[in-house]
């Protein structure tokens, strides 16, 4: 009888796959499709932390000095030889794009906030990735020529309300940006002591 009641019990083991009721497969398919959902969301939000916390957008990295900005971008940053005494050297932030732009934010010695900005991109760029630059809108433009090159002049503000003035030009060799929270005339003499 023990024999017997062991092989009864082997084939009651044997499972048989129960039907799939549509509402069950329902529920199964809403539960994968939440657990995607959730795992996506993750995803983008520890994607979202060290730009947060770092203070960066997207694809933006910050370099530790001048030296490492040209090393990781390939090109020889176009550092002015003339500063106004108001600015201080060397600059607070190194910024690099992974698109190839790379920026220089220097403050004001006062301990004031960034007051100019030099910004550089490769040649077969159509401009520089604007994640380098502080967020501004255009309030007036006029093409000049700047070293020889054609260069095109701008007013713009900031997101608190600064007006900027900026010149932007391409060399064989980068397109280049400057920046200044100042005049004109500063700006001019800052650009043009830029070495290419």
Known sequence: MAGGAHAGSERTDARVPLPVRPGGLIRMLAVWL????????????ADAVPRVALG????????RDVVQLERETGRRM?????????????????????????ALWCRQRTGGGIALIVATAPTDRRDIAAAV?????ELQREETTLGGHPAVVSRVRDEEG???????????GQI??????????????????VHE
């Open 56 to 63: 960066v957008p997207r694809g933006v990295v910050r370099a």
């Open 162 to 172: 600064a007006v900027w003035q900026q010149v932007l030009w391409r060399t064989p």
């Open 133 to 137: 630059l502080p967020a501004s809108v």
């Open 176 to 193: 280049i940006l400057v920046r200044y929270r100042g005049t004109l005339d500063e700006l001019l003499k800052i650009a043009g002591s």
């Open 34 to 45: 939440l657990a995607v959902a959730a795992a996506a969301v993750g995803l983008r939000l």
């Open 78 to 102: 176009p550092v002015p030889a003339y500063f106004p005494d108001t600015i201080q050297w060397p600059p607070s932030e190194a910024r690099m794009h992974v698109g190839g732009s790379a």
